[in-house]
């Protein structure tokens, strides 16, 4: 009878152990960091990275129909450190030029050599769209 229950527990632990293991090994797959301007420049040249940062205002230079535009994005904690950017595809609507309205930036692609950063993923975030109606009131 102890046996059986040994038997089980073992086998249940093994189970588990498995489980746990796929489970890791998915989601570190995955997983993309979030790089600063700053710790990108320091990284150098890089392929298939995510930055992190808010755009420089009066950069933005938008094109025709289905070419990139361009525009910077600075380092919060470093403000003197920017990035060049060249993003092909659809352009987010919270994605604007607006002195008033900091915009923060996720971009992903290629660092590449000349010191340009090749995106073809852009994500924006306008905090104005996302604070609550108090603190909105309050003008924070």
Do not use: W
Not at 67 to 91: C, H, W
Request: with cysteine; glycine share 8%.
């Amino acid at each position: 009878m102890r046996s059986k229950k040994l038997k089980f527990l073992v086998g249940g632990i093994v189970i588990v152990g498995a489980i746990a293991t796929l489970a890791f090994f998915a989601v570190r797959e995955n997983m993309v960091y979030y790089y600063t301007v700053t710790e990108l420049a320091t990284k150098g040249e890089s392929e298939n990275v995510r930055v992190a940062g808010d755009l420089v205002s009066g950069t933005l230079v938008k094109a025709g129909v289905g070419e990139p535009i361009e525009f910077e994005i600075y380092d919060k904690e470093a403000t003197q450190n920017t990035l060049f950017v060249k993003y092909t595809g659809a352009v987010p609507d919270t994605f604007v030029d607006d002195p008033n309205q900091p915009v923060e930036v996720v971009v992903e692609g290629d660092f590449l050599k000349d010191g340009t950063f090749a995106a073809d993923f852009l994500m924006a975030k306008c905090p104005s769209k996302y604070e609550s109606e108090e603190s909105a009131a309050d003008g924070k």
